[in-house]
């Protein structure tokens, strides 16, 4: 977003901006290695500052000024990595409206895809019918935002409907990866934002809403065959999938019996993976 008036980092607990803020449709300004240095270098630019107290009541106060995005988004998500901290998924959490609209959204996408089967074709990866479901996703997203954003935000489902569309596969190469999952975390950060989700929302962004997300992804890889974007197997336990890992591990904080040695126990990640994000993406794995 374009703003005008002063903006803390993201995170769920976010004021909505004022009204001076503008709405643009995001473009992409990250395409060579050199780009990441420019996006880290515009995390914090403080207010000028005449005393020393005025300096350590503004570092108190957490008050960034012309915070872009990546302190945003990194504030966003270790924000939420603080409030699953030790929980189980199925422990209790409030479920807000919004929470219950975008797992309505969600549930839309989950539908759709029941509405589009694969087509018969020789190749057997990618399979083009994703190509039919994703058209519909770029036609509906903007509403399917704006009924999600509080009537008064309604300005901003055109760029952050664009997050939307990001975060489910490329539809030239059909595929899918962490790179999409990052551009649907953007999406909540935007959410949080507006102010559409909010510090009580924490638990729920993570558990119901992001676990849904998941499901959903997980179906569209298997219905449409889609390849991993971007694979380095290497680096990671999951070729889609790396945000329940950071979120999962922190549920296991403090855990009294679970270590690092269970993830490749199958009876343990059968037992234990309703509970935690972690186990129920390693079981997804071993599937």
């Known amino acids: 977003m374009?703003?005008?008036?002063?903006?803390?980092?993201?995170?769920?607990?976010?004021?909505?901006?004022d009204a001076g803020t503008a709405y643009i449709i995001p473009k992409k300004e990250i395409s060579m290695v050199p780009d990441m240095g420019?996006?880290?270098?515009?995390?914090?630019?403080?207010?000028?500052?005449?005393?020393?107290?005025?300096?350590?009541?503004?570092?108190?106060?957490?008050?960034l000024v012309l915070v872009q995005a990546y302190a945003d988004y990194m504030g966003f998500i270790l924000t939420l990595n603080e409030g699953v901290k030790?929980?189980?998924?199925?422990?209790?959490?409030?479920?807000?409206?919004?929470?219950?609209?975008?797992?309505?959204l969600l549930g839309t996408l989950d539908r759709w895809i029941n509405e589009t089967p694969p087509v018969d074709q020789p190749s057997r990866f990618g399979n083009k019918a994703?190509?039919?479901?994703?058209?519909?996703?770029e036609?509906?997203?903007?509403?399917?935002?704006?009924?999600?954003?509080?009537?008064?935000?309604?300005?901003?489902?055109?760029?952050?409907s664009v997050?939307?569309?990001?975060?489910?596969?490329?539809p030239t190469?059909?595929?899918?990866?962490?790179?999409?999952e990052a551009a649907f975390a953007a999406f909540l950060c935007c959410l949080c934002k507006v102010g559409a989700l909010r510090i009580s929302d924490q638990l729920a962004i993570v558990f119901k809403v992001f676990n849904r997300?998941?499901?959903?992804?997980?179906?569209?890889?298997?219905?449409?065959?889609?390849?991993?974007?971007?694979?380095?197997?290497?680096?990671?336990?999951?070729?889609?999938?790396?945000?329940?890992?950071?979120?999962?591990?922190?549920?296991?904080?403090?855990?009294?019996?679970?270590?690092?040695?269970h993830f490749i126990d199958e009876r343990v990640v059968n037992e234990q993976h309703q509970d935690y994000m972690f186990l129920d993406c390693i079981q997804f794995i071993n599937e």
């Open 173 to 180: 190469r059909i595929d899918y990866g962490t790179g999409h």
């Open 130 to 137: 994703y190509r039919t479901w994703f058209s519909k996703l």
């Open 86 to 104: 030790g929980k189980k998924l199925t422990c209790e959490y409030e479920v807000s409206e919004t929470v219950e609209k975008l797992l309505g």
């Open 38 to 63: 420019k996006w880290k270098r515009s995390q914090v630019r403080f207010l000028p500052v005449e005393t020393p107290r005025q300096k350590l009541e503004l570092l108190l106060l957490k008050v």
């Open 2 to 17: 374009a703003e005008t008036g002063q903006q803390s980092a993201s995170s769920p607990e976010d004021e909505a901006p």
């Open 163 to 170: 997050y939307l569309k990001e975060a489910v596969g490329n």
């Open 139 to 160: 036609q509906e997203a903007e509403a399917l935002v704006a009924a999600v954003l509080p009537a008064e935000k309604a300005a901003a489902a055109p760029e952050i």
């Open 213 to 261: 997300y998941l499901q959903v992804m997980r179906k569209l890889q298997q219905t449409y065959r889609m390849e991993p974007a971007g694979s380095q197997g290497v680096w990671g336990l999951d070729d889609f999938q790396f945000l329940p890992f950071i979120w999962g591990s922190s549920q296991f904080i403090d855990h009294p019996t679970l270590e690092p040695r």
